[in-house]
T-cell receptor
Framework: EAQVTQNPRYLITVTGKKLTVTCSQNMNHEYMSWYRQDPGLGLRQIYYSMNVEVTDKGDVPEGYKVSRKEKRNFPLILESPSPNQTSLYFC??????????????FGPGTRLTVT | GDSVTQMEGPVTLSEEAFLTINCTYTATGYPSLFWYVQYPGEGLQLLLKATKADDKGSNKGFEATYRKETTSFHLEKGSVQVSDSAVYFCALVLGGSQGNLIFGKGTKLSVKP
């Protein structure tokens, strides 16, 4: 089954404790991306990757890191989480058509709470 | 900068009513346009798309037409069902080296039996 998986689905942590949210896709997609969803703000892109070893900042990259060492995986790293990073996070992947990520497939989401 | 504006919700309709959710965009280039749907507790799913002016995307009874002259991509359905209750997001993506998807803030639809 074609899918994007994220782990963990729920996470409660404390300020400053490093954490990683994993994302994996089994569709051989070139493009992967991370979004955060907050009430009243919709979805905002954090980072995206057009291919292995190619990553770029989205609209709200501060406080986050990513890596793309393998095509299927795109982990999101919070080196020193803060309460304003409490949010619902989605990973997505897509094939590229003429450089455009059509038909993004989204993971189920990770609800992160930073106290 | 590039942006997407959707009508604010929530929108509450009775079953079998006609649905319109307005979406307009601002873009420096020629974007592709999308509607995504998020059912309660789930991730987003692509509902329909249009890649150039005058294209009509359609799926599950929903339709939207890419109107370049009015920079709009309004979502319509002739007869909504309770199962259509969800949050709907309009989005655009520009080609070239940018590659990032820009979303509207979402419109929550509730359909009552």
């Amino acid at each position: 089954e074609a899918q994007v998986t994220q782990n963990p689905r729920y996470l409660i942590t404390v300020t400053g404790k490093k954490l990683t949210v994993t994302c994996s896709q089994n569709m051989n997609h070139e493009y992967m991306s991370w979004y955060r969803q907050d009430p009243g703000l919709g979805l905002r892109q954090i980072y995206y990757s057009m291919n292995v070893e190619v990553t770029d900042k989205g609209d709200v990259p501060e406080g986050y890191k990513v890596s793309r060492k393998e095509k299927r995986n795109f982990p999101l790293i919070l080196e020193s989480p803060s309460p304003n990073q409490t949010s619902l996070y989605f990973c997505a992947s897509s094939r590229l058509v003429a450089g455009v990520p059509y038909e993004q497939y989204f993971g189920p989401g990770t609800r992160l709470t930073v106290t | 900068g590039d942006s997407v504006t959707q009508m604010e919700g929530p929108v509450t309709l009775s079953e079998e009513a006609f649905l319109t959710i307005n979406c307009t965009y601002t873009a420096t280039g020629y974007p592709s346009l999308f509607w995504y749907v998020q059912y309660p507790g789930e991730g987003l799913q692509l509902l329909l798309k249009a890649t150039k002016a005058d294209d009509k995307g359609s799926n599950k009874g929903f339709e939207a037409t890419y109107r370049k002259e009015t920079t709009s991509f309004h979502l319509e359905k002739g007869s909504v069902q309770v199962s259509d209750s969800a949050v709907y997001f309009c989005a655009l993506v520009l080609g070239g080296s940018q590659g990032n998807l820009i979303f509207g803030k979402g419109t929550k639809l509730s359909v009552k039996p």
